[in-house]
């Protein structure tokens, strides 16, 4: 039977060809949509590792150039730090930490390096003591940063389970040098590892992360960019003018902008989702048009086929095993197009053409464009093959 | 001859009113897209209020400095610029210069409601490159960037969220913990016109330290206004030997030797915004070519659905053209017949897909997707429009007309299949 089925297919080659070439390209656009929209929803399902509930940021403008000298960053580092007091001694406010990469940010800082002869890549960030308990880090092993880390010898360093899965694997990192020695610079040194920490909010994918003690007491090359303030429960937006006419009167040469991190949440969801509704729009659209395409291109050649299945209704077969024919057919089809589809798509986790996309998301997406093809082309298969079925025998016979 | 064609075409589109939607609908959703997208190009890089004059404009958008081991790239630092920018205004060929700085988010609190504005700074001659379409006063002037003066020109949401839309001319807004008077008040220009765009504008001068005087890299662009389009390749000529003589003076030479940097058009200059490529190495060319590669792979699916149809349509014609065959017409008249069918079903598809696009891109900019955009139809738009969907027609009618013409006079007459 499937042999038969095949033979079917085959003879018409030149027509199923092409159908089959269009399977193929919509298997693809299906494809790109359903593995970006998984990617998204694996990655929001991901433990955060931070609460941005209540928190607000500061974004600093302190005016810096790159060829500033070390006094000028001191001076700098010195209103800062006043502006912390002054912030922190406003009764809404809980606590307040400065940092130089802070949660959803686009930008930021990312660290190469060797360690064991193994490249390691990670996030990071430069952050004042208090961070832990403005953001409500959880620290799994070890400890956060102390006031009195600046009295170390060596740079203390926090960082996340992922790093230290991708540098230590099951050994406990703490306490462990983290990259090769620079005799030149000072050495960084793990104290503690926290549950996770991932910058580019709920929609990022899971990445390497690491904080470095920022020290407002001596200029370093980490620099300052925004202050990270607890707020209590229920502040009122007013309070943002509150707070930004005192930082103002503080720091009259430096620009601010307050807005809560719930605000830099939204719009970073806009940003990341806005290209696959768009994109995911246009997607439905050409797959009505292919859906319509199909339902006609099959319609007009069952039409053309009436003398053939006539005469298999006439030789007695039955209307299923007609209606089940032209179904099969189809189903073959689809199969082509699909399979031509995975053997391309699966170039890009066998290739590693786009690293940040796991296999197990790249399967899903596989499997979900795949299910959709053949539904589409059953869905689209079936109309015409039940009014095939219906035929009369010995009109479809002396049809001409 | 055509008349004939068009009368058969309208007839057989007649004759089969599903397989006709089908067709339609699948061209005009294509041509929606490529419209919008042709829209927003348009609106991008067009001359237009307030950059009129963009076709004899160039820009420094980026600059690179490059060491051994350190690569440092963004855009250019005033500092730089007022070095090795402003001195091209001395070539016969240039009418002006103008520094200005990139769109910087700034805050304001009005009657406890909190304003969020776009401010950019820039110097007087800025006003005289960019022709805005004033509503009320003037622009700020060179003596008044010369001088200090803290004043502002605004635009109309602007002078709606703080005034409510009364006339602001001569009142003041605070802006970022500083205080304007507001001088002018012009019409939005749309974010998408990355150099000329804002909310509020304001003198260099006013700006809240001086130490952006010493910078090279960060926060600024260049505008040269030539006096004609010819005198493009001189500018930029003359400002690679510029960067040549600034390689000499760099502030961290122990670290960067190189500078790269180009005077950009509108389209190279938005090329180097979304970061694709260094000034050096990036050929318009190059992403014009990759943009139509773009159109040809969005077309490429619609193309294969139509052609499908197409193909299954002839069946339905076979004794048509068995009759014309057996009567003498050559392969190549019943090919041109085919294709011209074609494009009057894709023409028909694009008016469709550009009625549909009105309502689409007036959503859009209602939406504020695109802050500012009047995104609309025009001429250019249009006449893409028209090229796009001739070129579609032609990809999707040959295949399927030259199948047909090899049709057998006998088996067509019979009516067998293909």
Same mark, same amino acid.
């Given at each position: ?113 060797? %360690? ?14 208090? +961070? ?15 006031? !009195? ?24 990192? %703490? ?18 590892? $926290? ?35 607890? $707020? ?9 003018? !509150?707070?930004?006419? +005192? ?15 719930a605000d830099e949440r939204a719009s970073t969801f806009r940003m990341l989702l806005a290209p696959l509704v768009a994109g995911g729009t246009v997607a439905f659209f050409l797959l009505l048009m292919v859906a319509l395409g199909l339902f006609g291109v099959l319609w007009q050649n069952l039409l053309q086929r009436t003398r053939e299945l006539g005469l298999r209704r006439a030789a007695g077969a039955s209307r299923s095993a007609v209606h089940r024919q032209v179904l099969y057919e189809q189903v073959i089809l689809t199969t082509f197009g ?7 798509? %699966? ?9 940040? %996309? ?28 039940? +009014? ?8 479809? +016979?002396?049809?001409? | ?21 089908? *067709?339609?609908?699948?061209? *005009? ?16 890089? @067009? ?6 004059? *963009? ?9 690179t400095m490059r060491g051994p081991e350190n690569t440092q790239s963004s855009d250019p630092g005033y500092g730089f610029l007022d070095r090795y920018a402003r001195p091209l205004a001395k070539l016969p060929g240039v009418e002006k210069v103008s520094l200005l700085s990139s769109a910087q988010p700034a805050v304001s609190y009005v009657g406890g409601k909190k304003i969020e504005s776009q401010l950019r700074h820039t110097d007087g001659e800025f006003w005289q490159i960019m022709e805005f379409e004033l509503l009320e006063g003037g622009p ?10 803290? =004043? ?16 602001? @001319? ?70 690679? *030997? ?54 040809? #792979?969005?077309? #490429?699916? /619609? ?77 250019? =738009? ?26 057998? /006079?006998?088996? @067509? ?6």
């Amino acid at each position: 039977m499937t042999r038969h089925l095949f033979k079917l297919v085959w003879n018409r080659k030149r027509t199923n060809g092409l159908m089959i070439l269009e399977i193929f390209f919509s298997f693809l656009v299906v494809f790109v949509v359903a593995t970006l929209g998984i990617y998204f929803w694996d990655n929001y399902r991901q433990p955060l590792g931070y609460s941005w509930q209540n928190v607000w940021k500061v974004t600093v403008d302190m005016k810096a150039g790159n060829q500033d000298d070390d006094a000028t960053v001191a001076a700098r580092l010195k209103v800062l730090e006043r502006l912390l007091g002054e912030v922190e001694s406003l009764e809404p406010v809980e606590s307040a930490a400065a940092a130089m990469v802070s949660p959803y940010e686009q930008g930021g800082w990312t660290m190469g390096t060797t %360690i064991n002869g193994r490249e390691v890549e990670a996030e990071g960030s430069g952050v004042t003591t208090k +961070l832990a308990e403005v953001l409500g880090l959880e620290v799994v092993a070890g400890r956060w940063f102390r006031e !009195e880390d600046s009295a170390l010898a060596w740079n203390p360093i926090v960082i996340d389970q992922d790093l230290a899965r991708t540098v230590w694997g099951d050994e406990d990192p %703490i306490g462990k040098q983290f990259g090769d020695p620079d005799p030149k610079e000072t050495p960084l040194r793990v104290i503690g590892v $926290v549950r996770e920490f991932r910058k580019g909010g709920e929609l990022a994918a899971r990445n390497n992360f690491m904080f470095q003690h920022l020290r407002l007491d001596a200029p370093s090359w980490l620099q300052p960019r925004s202050i990270l303030l607890k $707020v209590r429960p229920g502040t009122p937006a007013a309070f943002e003018e !509150e707070l930004t006419r +005192l930082l103002q009167g503080v720091a009259p040469d430096w620009s601010f902008q307050v807005k809560p991190l719930a605000d830099e949440r939204a719009s970073t969801f806009r940003m990341l989702l806005a290209p696959l509704v768009a994109g995911g729009t246009v997607a439905f659209f050409l797959l009505l048009m292919v859906a319509l395409g199909l339902f006609g291109v099959l319609w007009q050649n069952l039409l053309q086929r009436t003398r053939e299945l006539g005469l298999r209704r006439a030789a007695g077969a039955s209307r299923s095993a007609v209606h089940r024919q032209v179904l099969y057919e189809q189903v073959i089809l689809t199969t082509f197009g699909v399979l031509l589809g995975a053997v391309v798509v %699966i170039q890009i986790p066998v290739l590693d053409l786009v690293g940040f %996309i796991r296999p197990q998301v790249f399967a899903a997406g596989l499997v979900f464009a795949m299910a959709a093809m053949y539904l589409l082309s059953t869905l689209c298969a079936f109309y015409p093959s039940t +009014l095939a079925s219906r035929l009369h025998p010995a009109e479809a +016979l002396r049809y001409e | 001859m055509i008349r004939n064609y068009l009368k058969v075409a309208l007839k057989v589109l007649a004759r089969r009113k599903f397989f006709t939607f089908i *067709s339609l609908f699948g061209i *005009s959703v294509t041509m929606l897209v490529l419209l919008v997208a042709t829209a927003i190009f348009d609106h991008s890089l @067009a001359p237009q209020a307030p950059e009129t004059r *963009s076709e004899r404009t160039l820009g420094i958008y980026r600059l690179t400095m490059r060491g051994p081991e350190n690569t440092q790239s963004s855009d250019p630092g005033y500092g730089f610029l007022d070095r090795y920018a402003r001195p091209l205004a001395k070539l016969p060929g240039v009418e002006k210069v103008s520094l200005l700085s990139s769109a910087q988010p700034a805050v304001s609190y009005v009657g406890g409601k909190k304003i969020e504005s776009q401010l950019r700074h820039t110097d007087g001659e800025f006003w005289q490159i960019m022709e805005f379409e004033l509503l009320e006063g003037g622009p700020f002037t060179v003596e008044d960037e010369r001088d200090a003066r803290f =004043v502002a020109v605004i635009n109309e949401t602007t002078r709606r969220r703080f005034f409510d839309g009364q006339p602001a @001319a001569g009142r003041t807004i605070e802006v970022d913990g500083q205080r304007f008077r507001v001088v002018g008040v012009v019409r939005d220009v749309p974010m998408l016109r990355f150099s000329s765009s804002a909310d509020v504008w304001v003198p260099i001068s006013t700006s809240k330290s001086a130490s952006y005087k010493e910078q090279w890299m960060g926060g600024f662009e260049g505008l040269i206004l030539a006096r004609d389009r010819a005198d493009l390749p001189a500018i930029k000529a003359e400002l690679q *030997s510029l960067l040549r003589e600034a390689e000499h003076h760099l502030p961290d030479p122990k670290r960067y030797k190189t500078l790269t940097a180009g005077a950009d058009t509108l389209f190279e200059g938005l090329v180097h915004k979304v970061g694709l490529g260094d000034s050096d190495k990036l050929r318009p060319a190059a992403v014009k070519a990759v943009l139509f590669l773009l159109m040809l #792979l969005f077309m #490429l699916l /619609p193309t294969l659905n139509l052609v499908n149809i197409n193909l299954s349509r002839i069946l339905d014609r076979a004794s048509e053209i068995g009759v014309r065959k057996a009567f003498g017409a050559s392969s190549r008249t019943l090919v041109g017949q085919f294709v011209v069918e074609n494009l009057v079903l894709t023409l028909l598809g694009a008016m469709t897909g550009l009625l549909l696009a009105i309502p689409v891109l007036a959503a859009l900019n209602a939406s504020g997707v695109l802050a500012y955009a009047r995104l609309g139809l025009n001429l250019r =738009v249009f006449l893409y429009g028209l090229a796009m969907a001739i070129f579609f027609g032609v990809l999707s009618g040959v295949y399927p007309a030259w199948r047909m013409s090899k049709l057998h /006079p006998v088996q @067509a007459l019979r009516g067998r299949s293909v």
